[in-house]
C-alpha cells in the first residue's frame, strides 16, 4: 500500500446494510481529496467472534484472517469508520474487528463517519472513547449522516449516498481533510 493509502471500513454485516455503500461514497469523496481510499467489508473479513486463542496484544495471531486483518491495518496510513447506530451504539461486529488487534492501532490515524436517523452522535461517542483507548489519532470531525425513516425501513437496504447525504458532503470532505494531515504528520515524524 501507499503512504497516501487510506481504509475505509463498513462497520456491519447485516442482510440489509447501507455501510458498503456510504462507504464507497467516502472513498470516492477521499480520492478527491488526495488519497487512496480501499472500502474493507467487515463481512468479507471472515473474523470470528474474539476467536483468536492469544491476547491480541502480544500480535502472535494464529488464525490467517487476523492475520490478513493485521496486515491492511498495518499498511494503511489511517482509517476510516463507517457505522451504523444501532440501538444507541455501534454494531457488535464492528468491536470485534477493532478487538482482534491492539498495537496496529497505536497511532494510527483515523475518523469516524456514523449514520441513522438521528445521525449516530451516540454511537460515535462509544465508538471514539474506544479507539482513544487504543490509542489511535482521532479527526476531531465525526460527521453524523441523517438517514431518512424511508431509507431506514425500506426492506431492499437501497440507499443512494451522493443523493441521500449530499447535504453532508463538504463536511465528510472537511474530515477526510483532517484525517489526511494526520497522516501526514505522522509520516513526517516518523522520516
Known amino acids: 500500500m501507499h ?3 487510506y481504509l475505509v471500513v463498513a462497520g456491519t454485516t447485516r442482510a440489509l446494510r447501507r455501510s458498503p455503500a456510504i462507504a464507497r ?3 470516492a469523496l477521499g ?3 488526495g488519497g487512496v481510499f480501499t472500502v474493507v467489508d467487515l463481512a468479507d473479513l471472515g473474523l470470528g467472534l474474539d476467536d483468536e486463542p492469544g491476547i491480541p496484544a502480544l500480535g502472535t495471531y494464529v ?3 487476523t492475520r490478513a486483518w493485521s496486515a491492511l491495518v498495518s499498511a494503511a496510513a ?3 469508520f463507517v457505522t451504523p447506530q444501532y440501538n444507541w451504539g455501534y454494531p457488535a461486529p464492528l468491536k470485534n474487528a477493532i478487538d482482534h488487534l491492539y498495537r496496529e492501532w497505536n497511532g494510527k490515524p483515523a475518523m469516524i463517519v456514523t449514520y441513522g436517523g438521528h445521525g449516530g452522535d451516540r454511537c460515535g461517542r462509544q465508538l471514539r472513547e474506544v479507539l482513544t483507548g487504543l490509542d489511535v489519532k482521532l479527526a476531531n470531525a465525526m460527521p453524523g449522516l441523517h438517514l ?3 431509507r431506514i425501513e425500506a426492506d431492499d437496504g437501497a440507499i443512494e449516498a451522493p443523493v441521500d447525504f449530499e ?3 463538504q463536511e465528510v470532505k472537511d474530515a477526510l481533510r483532517e484525517l489526511i494531515a494526520l497522516a501526514e504528520v505522522r509520516a513526517a515524524a516518523a522520516d
Open 3 to 5: 503512504a497516501n493509502h
Open 167 to 169: 447535504v453532508h458532503g
Open 78 to 80: 489511517g482509517v476510516v
Open 31 to 33: 480520492e478527491g481529496e
Open 63 to 65: 488464525r490467517e484472517t
Open 148 to 150: 431518512a425513516r424511508a
Open 25 to 27: 461514497w467516502i472513498a
